[in-house]
Every structure is written in structure tokens, then in C-alpha cells.
């Protein structure tokens, strides 16, 4: 089955920096590649996703990059602020055949960042 | 719109109790996935439903299992609860049927096992 690394683990950044996580999947089938804010006792908000047909995609902020003979992709958070702050995820989904889509989210363990102010 | 809706929010069982726990999707949305998410774990895939059949199961015991009614509301029941059992269970959303992959979780039901 599909596995998906992430680092790092905890990434420390002063308010303005910016901050890189990176992941890495092994199944070349997936092709969607979403990743998730969870803040302290909420659930999993989607912020940005990527396809495999595309290899950048940015939101303000925000932008993912995906390498698909490498098989990793990134999330790149510039000019970070305090309410940043909150574990990441990063996700691999394959979709499989035909008219509907069923899959499953293969997740990364997670990345504890934190703006300092 | 109402974003995915779980209930209850909290709850405490002891072991060998069963628990069930209720998800409502999003409206329009008709499957429904539960995930496991434990500080050692990680977030686990449990089941995907979709039209009231369960589409896809990952690697859990039979000991969890779950329904999706024709409103496309999903239920999921651990029996013989273990203390291992003890975790945030989430549950998310999409349309499916088509192109869209994007989930859309919920706040979480975060069970306690005594």
C-alpha cells in the first residue's frame, strides 16, 4: 500500500520566515496530493492541494510543488504569522478507475510548526 | 453551508463497552471515510462508504465497523472497546462520483476508553 513520509517532525520559525515541509510517497498511482491544518481540537482543514498533472500550484501564501519522478512534494508557507501555527499534514490519495472515485488518504505524520512572534 | 457535523464530541467508555459514534456530511456530499487519528498513529483510514456500501476498509479489526444511510449520514461502531481504542475519530466528506478527491473533515469524536 501507499506510505507517505514527512518532515520534519517539528519546524521552529520566526514570524515573517518562511517554512518548507516536505513528503515523500511510494505508490506512483497516486494523484492527489492535498495537504491539512489541524489547530488544537479542531479537525483536518484542507488549505491547498495538488494534482498530478500539475507541478506548482500557490494561494497567497501558500504553495505546493510536486516532483512526480521523484515522487515527493513540498508545502512552502512564506511570510509566516503566528496563527500559523498548527500541525501539517500531508496527504497521498489515489483515485483509481472509472466514474466514481473511491480511495483513501494515505496521511504523513504530521509537522508541528510554530511562528514565533 | 453546514460543514460535516459529528456527534458526540466527547465520550468516555470503559472496556469491553461498544461505542457509536454519528457523522453528517456535508450537504450534497454522498461519501462518508472515517480515520483514526492517535499521537503514536497518526491519521489511519478506517472505512469509505459511499451510496450505503462500504467501498474501501483499511487495516483494522472487525471490531470496527460502520453503516451509511440513503441520506448519506454514516454511523461507525467499535465493540469490545480496548483501551488501545482510545483516540480522535474523524470523520470527512466529498462528493465523489466524479473528478473531486478534496475531504472534508469534522471536528472529530474523541473517545475515551477507561
Known amino acids: 500500500g501507499e506510505n507517505v513520509e514527512q518532515h520534519p517532525s517539528t519546524l521552529s520559525v520566526q514570524e515573517g520566515d518562511s517554512a518548507v515541509i516536505k513528503c515523500t510517497y511510494s505508490?506512483?498511482?497516486?494523484?492527489?496530493f492535498p495537504w491539512y491544518k489541524q489547530e488544537l481540537g479542531k479537525g483536518p482543514q484542507l488549505i491547498i492541494d495538488?494534482?498530478?498533472?500539475?507541478g506548482e500550484k500557490k494561494d497567497q501564501r501558500i504553495a505546493v510543488t510536486l516532483n512526480k519522478t521523484a515522487k515527493h512534494f513540498s508545502l512552502h508557507i512564506t511570510e509566516t504569522q503566528p496563527e500559523d501555527s498548527a500541525v501539517y499534514f500531508c496527504?497521498?490519495?489515489?483515485?483509481?478507475?472509472?466514474?466514481?472515485?473511491?480511495?483513501?488518504?494515505?496521511f504523513g505524520q504530521g509537522t508541528i510548526l510554530t511562528v514565533h512572534p | 453551508k453546514a460543514g460535516v457535523t459529528q456527534t458526540p464530541r466527547y465520550l468516555i467508555k470503559t472496556r469491553g463497552q461498544q461505542v457509536t459514534l454519528s457523522c453528517s456530511p456535508i450537504?450534497?456530499?454522498?461519501?462518508v471515510s472515517w480515520y483514526q487519528q492517535t499521537p503514536g498513529q497518526g491519521l489511519q483510514f478506517l472505512f469509505e462508504?459511499?451510496?450505503?456500501?462500504?467501498?474501501n476498509k483499511g487495516n483494522f479489526p472487525g471490531r470496527f465497523s460502520g453503516r451509511q444511510f440513503s441520506n448519506s449520514r454514516s454511523e461507525m461502531n467499535v465493540s469490545t472497546l480496548e483501551l488501545g481504542d482510545s483516540a480522535l475519530y474523524l470523520c470527512?466528506?466529498?462528493?465523489?462520483?466524479?473528478?473531486?478527491?478534496?475531504?472534508?473533515f469534522g471536528e472529530g469524536s474523541r473517545l475515551t476508553v477507561l
Open positions: 462508504y459511499f451510496s450505503e456500501t462500504q467501498r
Open positions: 505508490d506512483s498511482a497516486s494523484n492527489y
Open positions: 450537504s450534497g456530499h454522498r461519501s
Open positions: 495538488i494534482r498530478s498533472n500539475v
Open positions: 470527512a466528506s466529498r462528493l465523489a462520483g466524479g473528478s473531486t478527491g478534496e475531504l472534508f
Open positions: 496527504a497521498a490519495f489515489y483515485h483509481g478507475a472509472g466514474g466514481t472515485s473511491y480511495g483513501k488518504l494515505t
